[in-house]
């Protein structure tokens, strides 16, 4: 009868289970993991010295290899920047920190499990594996991960829809341009219309507005600037800019707020252009 090969149970709370992903880590990554770099490259070795099996079982080796594969992978998720830009609460940053999904995924892809490690042979030096090879099957891990988990939703949705709570509180590019973003665009959810093309005369059409208002509204409805504005309006006033920020017409604004006719309407609109104007060029 041939032998069966042993089968050994390991807790799954073990920090032993991410030991096959130890010595998948490309060269260049290791390099920065002293505690990693410190284990031997064979399985029989580190069998024999406590020491090895004590350094496998800390916290340091945990957060090692945490930090490592979270690297790994992290690039391969299609967002700008490194994992260290967002913050702990953010999707990316939790799936990047799914350890066991990627360990499970490893094995899943190209065998490469405790259970095999275990196999080798007792004094058999494991080699390094090739970096391209390594980059390629993260990259086919890392999608069969996010499609097994249906984390793809979430990530688009993290994508179209960042947070600034997303990003560390420090000044990166990333963050930059994110904040930029946020502050003077037009909120994804407001319908907005351009206030030049809007801005009508009963008698003599389209009003001739100077270039520094031609971001009016785009202005104003950035979050920050837009709430120190308005607390300067008269409360109509703040009705009727915000009722056309949200995309209503002249003649709809004006039966919402008994005017008579929409000229009345388009002259408050141009006298808070004017004041606009006024506080921009205090600020």
Not at 121 to 127: F, R, T
Request: net charge negative; with cysteine.
């Amino acid at each position: 009868m041939t032998p069966q090969p042993a089968i050994y149970s390991i807790s799954p709370y073990s920090n032993l289970n991410y030991l096959p992903f130890v010595f998948f880590l490309p060269e260049d990554v290791m390099a920065k993991c002293p505690t990693l770099q410190s284990l031997p490259r064979c399985m029989g070795e580190i069998a024999r010295s406590e020491k090895h099996i004590d350094t496998i079982g800390s916290d340091i080796f945990l957060k090692e290899i945490m930090e490592a594969i979270a690297a790994l992978v992290f690039p391969h998720f299609g967002f700008r920047g490194w994992k260290e830009h967002y913050s702990e609460n953010s999707p990316v940053w939790i799936l990047a920190y799914n350890i066991p999904l990627w360990v499970k995924s490893l094995e899943a892809e190209i065998g490469w499990g405790l259970q095999g490690l275990f196999l080798t042979k007792p004094d058999a030096i494991i080699p390094f594996f090739d970096p391209d090879y390594i980059k390629d099957i993260v990259s086919r891990l890392v999608k069969r991960g996010i499609a097994k988990e249906n984390w793809q939703p979430v990530l688009d949705a993290c994508r179209d829809l960042p947070c600034d709570e997303d990003f560390m509180n420090w000044n990166t590019n990333v963050r930059t341009d994110f904040l930029r973003k946020w502050y003077h665009t037009r909120s994804k959810n407001v319908q907005t219309i351009s206030l030049d093309a809007c801005l009508e005369d009963e008698e003599h059409g389209i009003y001739e507005i100077e270039d520094k208002s031609a971001n009016f509204e785009d202005n104003v409805v950035a979050e920050d600037f837009c709430q120190r504005f308005k607390a300067r309006l008269s409360q109509k006033d703040m009705e009727i800019l915000e009722l056309r920020v949200e995309g209503f017409t002249y003649e709809e604004i004006a039966d919402k707020l008994g005017y008579k006719n929409h000229s009345g309407v388009i002259k408050r609109i141009r006298a808070i252009e004017k004041e606009f104007i006024k506080y921009e060029e205090r600020q």
